[in-house]
T-cell receptor, first 119, second 112 residues
């Protein structure tokens, strides 16, 4: 079974630009979460999508947004880039059945990440 | 406010011996805990998890122990192998939330 894929792997942008990152989850996984990793803050949760709906959101400004498509693929967008947005952006997928019931599957499987550099 | 803490930034262990990585948490709502291993320039790799209804879970060389009263968990790797050298993150989540809260990581080095 193919793992989580993220594109592009590396990206260089300048301040003020916007960027879109893409994530394809493991086949059959309906939940996609995004994380930001920086040396100073570690791994921090951005948001989670399930069945095209954002279910959870972390403490990031509105410049960070995302969406999920009907095939569970997800995109993350950052507008008006700042130097501090330079980071490794990681996408993770999981089975995560609906909250109403079913076994809990919190094991999240990560992609290789997109390294974003803002100049 | 760091809800998940890994107080040891690094750990060095001899090959064949036991590696013990520790993690503390403060949020009583956390009920599911996971350990991930990460190599540079790669995403974290899931290792093992434990639900709060258990106090131990084993998978091959990896065992996770959970002490709910102390809000402490540990990962034991026996025997340690050179390929285990990586950064290890513990993570926690609360029921109904997919959000994982990560510790800062512990860099494990296995010496031959």
């Amino acid at each position: 079974k193919a793992g989580v894929t993220q594109t592009p792997r590396y990206l260089i942008k300048t301040r003020g630009q916007q960027v879109t990152l893409s994530c394809s989850p493991i086949s059959g996984h309906r939940s996609v979460s995004w994380y930001q990793q920086t040396p100073g803050q570690g791994l921090q949760f951005l948001f989670e999508y399930f069945s095209e709906t954002q279910r959870n959101k972390g403490n990031f400004p509105g410049r960070f947004s995302g969406r999920q498509f009907s095939n569970s693929r997800s995109e993350m967008n950052v507008s008006t880039l700042e130097l501090g947005d330079s980071a490794l952006y990681l996408c993770a997928s999981s089975l995560a059945r609906g909250l109403a019931g079913g076994p809990r599957h919190n094991e999240q499987f990560f992609g290789p990440g997109t390294r974003l550099t803002v100049l | 406010d760091q809800q998940v803490k890994q107080n040891s930034p690094s750990l060095s262990v001899q090959e064949g011996r036991i590696s013990i990585l520790n993690c503390d948490y403060t949020n009583s709502m956390f009920d599911y805990f996971l350990w991930y291993k990460k190599y540079p320039a790669e995403g974290p790799t899931f290792l093992i998890s434990i639900s709060s209804i258990k106090d131990k879970n084993e998978d091959g060389r990896f065992t996770v122990f959970l002490n709910k009263s102390a809000k402490h968990l540990s990962l034991h790797i026996v025997p340690s192998q050179p390929g285990d050298s990586a950064v290890y993150f513990c993570a926690a989540s609360a029921w109904g939330a997919q959000k994982l809260v990560f510790g800062q990581g512990t860099r494990l080095t296995i010496n031959p």
